[in-house]
């Protein structure tokens, strides 16, 4: 195993940092559980807030803007939209991109994901401040279960 070299998981981290130039932004990545609740777990810690708080905030932004959000919450079962939405409230499923847009919509923040390509992917509602900006990273191979989000932080 010593001899293995480097993990997936900290190939791709020195990626996202290397490739997003957070040295020189002064940027880094701090852990979050991993538990179905990382993105919401991130969010919230970037504003100080609970996890739970911000999964609500996403189901009721989701339910409010249906004609929005419904067409791209389809999923294999052909659940309907308001399971959906109680899913994003009261589960651990995994939130994603749909989740994020509605999240920066209820928060009117900007927020942006790092990953391990030199673009970051910025959801942001109409007149979100750059100051109020959250960060996050999203990695494909951080735990073996799948896609992970973290914070990331001014050092």
């Known amino acids: 195993m ?5 993990s997936n998981r900290v ?4 990626t ?12 880094s990545i701090s852990d979050i559980k991993a538990d179905g609740h990382c ?8 504003i100080s807030q609970d996890y739970t708080v911000i999964r609500s905030l996403a189901a009721d932004v989701l339910d409010a803007f249906k004609d929005d959000y419904a067409p791209f919450a389809m999923d294999d079962e052909g659940t309907p939209f308001h399971e959906y939405c ?6 651990a499923e995994w939130g994603g ?3 994020l847009r509605a999240i920066a919509r209820g928060l009117k923040r900007r927020i942006r994901v790092f990953n391990a390509t030199p673009n970051p992917i910025v959801v942001e509602e109409e007149g979100a401040s750059a100051e109020d900006e959250i960060m996050l990273s999203y990695h494909l ?15």
């Not at 010593?2 to 480097?6: L, Q, R, S, W, Y």
């Not at 996202?16 to 940027?27: E, P, R, W």
């Not at 191979?141 to 001014?154: K, P």
């Open 2 to 6: 010593a001899n293995a070299g480097p």
């Open 11 to 14: 190939l791709e981290t020195n």
């Open 16 to 27: 996202i940092v290397t490739l997003n130039n957070f040295d020189s932004l002064g940027l």
């Open 39 to 46: 993105l919401y777990r991130s969010i919230a810690a970037a």
């Open 86 to 91: 109680d899913k994003v409230r009261q589960s």
């Open 97 to 99: 991109e749909l989740e």
């Open 141 to 155: 191979s951080y735990y073996d279960l799948g896609a992970h989000y973290n914070l990331v932080i001014r050092k």
